[in-house]
């Protein structure tokens, strides 16, 4: 099933996100439709909070390579089923935490809460994260690049950070505005 996703300055994606008490077969239908929004809305990653059920879950399905991202990008604007050579690797984290970071870099990020925006952030390119999968089992791994970036943009979402929040004040207004008068439209 695919869900609603809210849109930025919808107060509701300010909302920090509580833990998974246990994973169950809601937990699991609740995954399988974030997966199916995500992939109809052409996402790589999408938190649970950005479709108002404010829990510590997040998918994400990021290709092997920035020309692998690029690849997708240019399939999908050109409505092309040419992605055969792009492998998929679906990934869900419950109640995730990022154990270590290191490195830094500047990566143009978009998301599916600010549709139509990009925006150049630094983060960290090398992460280390714990997390429960869908069948409740406990995980580690080590990212980084555009899974480490996509991660931690992910789980910015579940504290109740967007990615325009890392740009000047000046932008964050520009783009406030900009929304509010395409909202009025």
Do not use: W
Request: proline residues 4%; aromatic residues 4%.
């Amino acid at each position: 099933m695919i869900l609603p996703i809210l849109h930025y300055p919808d107060p509701r994606l300010r909302t920090k996100a509580k833990e998974v008490d246990a994973v169950n077969d809601k937990t699991r239908i609740l995954v399988k439709n974030m997966f199916e929004t995500m992939y109809a809305e052409d996402g790589i990653g999408l938190a649970a909070t950005q479709i108002n059920q404010h829990l510590q879950i997040v998918v994400m399905d990021v290709p092997d390579s920035q020309d692998d991202y690029e690849l997708l990008l240019k399939n999908r604007k050109n409505d092309s089923d040419k992605e055969t050579n792009i492998q998929h690797h679906p990934l869900c984290f419950i109640n995730p935490k990022i154990t270590t970071i290191s490195g830094h870099e500047k990566h143009i990020e978009g998301c599916l809460s600010v549709p139509g925006f990009q925006a150049e952030v630094e983060r960290s390119n090398q992460i280390t994260i714990e997390a429960l999968n869908e069948q409740g089992e406990s995980f580690t791994l080590h990212a980084s690049n555009l899974l480490a970036v996509c991660i931690q943009h992910e789980l910015d979402h579940l504290k109740g950070i967007l990615f325009v929040d890392y740009l000047s004040k000046l932008k964050q207004k520009r783009l406030l505005e900009k929304t509010k008068k395409v909202i009025k439209d």
